[in-house]
């Protein structure tokens, strides 16, 4: 998952004094980084306001379904520079796409300095899973197939709910009813699209949406989910 939490737009408090060269100002959250302009800053401090969103998920989940927490551990400034305070301060929980503005005056270098500025926002660990999913196998019945290319490792909050894009035509027949799509434990479905039951009676309704409920603990194995 590729998906910034950050909006974008900063502002920059005024200061005076000595005189710093930022080339980029890089924010870090997980895996994710998003890279801001860089600018020159004077004066021993300079604040920073920096809109946080949390979007975890919220590229692929529908309205009616929500993605998960996060909890903010920490706020780290990478030397030379160095955190005086953030308002709020850490730790603190931002609900599914909650925003929340986060307010940091930080420590210039001492010297002359040309270079980055790094912020990270750590989350807790605690609530992270690895989800290595080998492989996707979909049943009807007796019937069994294994969908080609669908091997993922992802590092996921708790029960975070992911999304599958289906080419089903290898399991489904034209004409054919579906009454429900469930998965193998430990996964769980959660919703569809198009909405159960349907009936595969056009091209496009072989393309199934399933969103997926993954375990709140590491897993290693095969992904089934089962037509019904």
Known sequence: MKLSQFLGRMSLGKSSRTKTEITSINLRFGQDMHALSGRIVEGQEFYLEIPFKNRMGSGMLPSHLKGPSITIKEIRVDKPFGLVSSEPAAPL???YMGDMLFGIRVKAPGGNYTGPLTITFESEKSDDVNIDIEKITLTDGSRSVEVEDTSSNMI??????????????KILSFGQQVAGISAAKPFEVVST????????????????KI??????FNYSGPLELRFS
């Not at 996921?156 to 035509?169: E, F, N, P």
């Not at 198009?194 to 072989?206: A, L």
């Not at 969103?211 to 709140?216: F, R, T």
């Open 93 to 95: 929980s931002v609900p």
């Open 156 to 169: 996921l909050k708790k029960s975070q709910i992911i999304r599958r894009d289906m080419q089903a035509y």
């Open 193 to 208: 699209e198009p909405k159960v039951p349907f009936s595969v009676d056009r091209k496009d309704s072989y393309i199934i």
């Open 211 to 216: 969103y997926i409920k993954c375990p709140d």
